[in-house]
């Protein structure tokens, strides 16, 4: 045993000692004695020391137990719905617990023979079946059979159901339970069970399927290997589940208990026997046929004999006739722990309870609870009253185990001494438990007496207006203790397993009862339902809180409960008539739970608000109410021309309105579309008219026409207004692809260049061919040819040569058809690259580009002089413009990226847009800008890729500057490094950090974009409002409500 388990165990020990010579020594009454409720105080800090001690205990043994048996903690059993509830096994109850629930020494022996015998008959029946009414000590004698079995080595597992330990009431546990159990006491079914375990089971719960893979299977694998008189025992299960659940558990265990190789023990109520035909092996004791009147006074005798007269116990013994319970309550009421008590008087007031009645025992049972509930009540301060009889009533109504500290959160009590001294005069009925500090009923028969209003009279408990007020009262710990960012993860970019001490934040910043409301109230609105009060409430917590209670059920590991929990409240409203809001905001607030909790998102807390929010659907009221309180957020937007876009074709030209306003595109397939820049919308087309693809596009100076050249040579005007075309060319006789297109400055020429080298000139007005000339040789092709700004010049590249040739257009003189080079005046030749050059809009610059990135700037006017040269690009640039001022340049290049340049001295200037959006469909990853554009303003800069897709950034917006400000911090936001994993719907940087969760309807359409504006794309976009808050400053996200009376 680890020597840290040795070190929990001596200080639990010293613990103990020091409270058992406390109680020696103390004389009451003595003038020199402490105060008892100093002694308590001091008793009660002890004893919650020895729960921390537990705690740590608990958490050593379960490691070790890891180590040695990792095959079993590894498995579903453990680590699915179908974890073992430990609270519920025999053999791990405390030892001061254990003494309550064992009989009483030299009581129920012959019972406890039978037992015995059967236990140890090999040949006898599977099932021992012992049935008793309410009282009859049940409970006593399974914890006492099962403490025989353990020391004779055959108890192979035990579940006892009570409501006095966490767990012990999910019917699903039951099975997992007595299977881990059984793991431990046989080696050989833990290597039957590995094999089942292994397989994927169904997650949703199902007891056959639990009962058949968990027990039949591997019990019948190992028939021989087990002791054939191994006793698996349940105790009361019809006293905290329903018959139907009963049943579920009970029909496998009666039809296949011959075939089992275990024995089974069962204690329940006489109804549950009536409702299942046992099973022909099975065997059953019924307590009402043995007369415990013996034992019974025996007990009384053992405890009272010192204090009372012999003869007023044999009146307490008769007034308890069959029933344990009544014996042991007034052992208890007449001495109770920590208070001093006239026992003379509790003895005369149970002694006048009527020794029989028409409706048999249960009456006396009545009677002395009345006793009891009227020496705590009767006569009292009313404030102390109330105090006491809203403890009592919650620990009645609980849907949990619930500890003091847990009350006094729940209905705003100053300090846990309140609740001790409210239920001081009620401990003959309840019991705090020493080691978890779990106040319980001592039994269900008082609860049953509290809820029956003809049996408790002027004590009943009202449990629709006590759930009434427990729901509210949940509402209101969840209004004051939840919050944002309640366990102060440092980081967005983790999940939650990886974060090393996530238990300690969650129990530090969690309390049990935060825990405990966030989990359960909707099981006291389910009781009373709906209300103007609890759907006010309702309304409250949906709209203000609902968030932050994801985050306390998905740290604690709920969140799917709590999806399941928001679906019942759907029912619960539809029960009443509630407003249509109301009940839209609960669909909203279940749908937005679902989604965050089937996806990978909940795997870390803080992409609650990073990315379940912002692909929240618009139109929902969780989307509407908690999105503003937010800042810096991801945008999720859908683009209104994605319902076009059903096929996507790559860009082969674009062209950009006068104003900056709109941008033309045109694609493979002849599809011409003009959009708008600001909304995304398309304002013209889709159009395919054209006879070939687009290779060339360009607006008018007034903006209302535009022209396009296709790859066969023709030209066509078109007016943007009426879609109609005002003028076209013929196709040439052979393929001409059209390179480039301009408009003149006067608005009444057009001109444009073929790839056989042709130039021509249309007269808008007349539509009539005004000029063609030829500028090479007919032998010869252009690669590349641009206009300049006023038509007065083009430049173009020859195939195979990588000379730039000016030539001069506004030499009326020219002939039709001319051969430029016989003319030193029209033609002038700059040392070229064969890459791409663009010309500055004033007509004096020249940039052209190599294929190793280098750019090059020359004076048009001093022919062959650089002015500057420089380089960014590790490959060569696709294409580059310069600024209206022509004092930068913007180049794209084929390593997907995007740069700016002050053309003076070369300097780059902002950041590199390394591909600054990515498709979350990786096989589209590789596409480049083919076309950059400056605005006519000069602030903003268009690019049109490849795939169809238009950027646009603002030079001088808050999202560029805030680019400009982190774009070299420690978690880059620009996120060009960003990838979409293959095995889940995690986007991750390049060191395999958490950015953001994609739902799995967005992965082949979805866009993220952290700096321009998408337009043109046929799906949602993911764009970046100013400074975002993601990684170590995603904390910073919540700006709260913007009405502050809803906090």
Known sequence: MPESIHSIIRDMRRLIIQIKLRRERYQPGAAESTSIFVLLDQEIIQYYSIVSLLSQFQVEIQETFVKTQKRLMDSIIVHQRETPKFGAMYNVILPTDLNRHLCAPDTCLGLLDTARTWAADTDGSNILWITGMAGSGKTAIACTICDQLNKDRQLGASFFCSDATTGRQDIYQIIPTIAFQLARFSGKYLDALSTPLEAKLDTTPDISLQFNRLLVAPLSRTRDALPKNTVVMIDALDEYFDTDNARAILEPLLRYAGELPIKILLTSRPELATVLTPSSTSSSIQLCQIDPSADIYMYLDRVLSPVIPSYNIRKLSELAGRQFIFATTIVHYLFPEHERINIKGRLLAILDIPTYSSEGSGTRLDGLYSTILSTAFDNKDPVETNTRQLVLWT?????????????????????????????????????????????????????EFLLDPVRSGKYHSNKIEHDEFLACRCFVVMRKLLRFHICDLETSTKLDKDVSDLHDRTTKAISPALSNVCRHWFKYLEIVGPSNKTIECLEDFLQCRLLFWMEVMNLKGWIAEGEGL??????????????????????????????????????????????????????SRIYKNYLPQMQGLFIVRDLPGRTYRQQRHSTTSGALSPDGTRVATGSEGDVLSIWDLHNGSRIFGPVNNCTSDITSLAFSPDGARIASGSNDGKVDIWDIHTGQILASTGTTERNNRVLSIAFLPDDHHLVFSREDGIIQRLGLHSGTMLHTERVIRPTDSIRRCVFSSDGSYAMFTKSGDSGIILHNLSNPELARLSVSNTSNDSRHEFAGTNGPFAISPDGRKLACATFSGEITIQDVHLRFRAAVRFKGHSTEPVTMAFSPDGERLVSSSYDQTIRLWDTYNGVQLGPTFRKSWFNLSLAEDEVCAEMVMFSPDGNCIVSIWGDGTICSWDLKGPRFNAIMRHSLGPLNPDCYDWRKSNSDQWVKDSKSRLMLCVPKEYENDLLVSLCPRIIAHEGPVIERSGDTMIGDRWSQCYIGPVDTKNT
């Open 395 to 447: 620990i009645v109504h609980a849907k949990e185990p619930i500890t003091a500290i847990k009350i006094v959160e729940l209905l705003g009590l100053i300090t846990q001494e309140d609740v001790i001294m409210a239920i001081q005069p009620l401990w003959s009925v309840l019991h705090l438990s020493s080691t978890t500090g779990i106040i319980s009923l001592r039994h269900k028969s008082f609860r």
């Open 566 to 619: 928001l679906l019942q409240i759907l029912h619960w409203l539809s029960q009443a008539n509630v407003p249509p809001e109301i009940y839209q905001l609960a669909v909203d607030a279940h749908h937005f739970v679902k989604s965050f909790s089937t996806s990978a998102a909940s795997d870390s807390t803080p992409h609650i608000y990073i990315s379940a929010l912002p692909f929240a659907p618009k139109e």
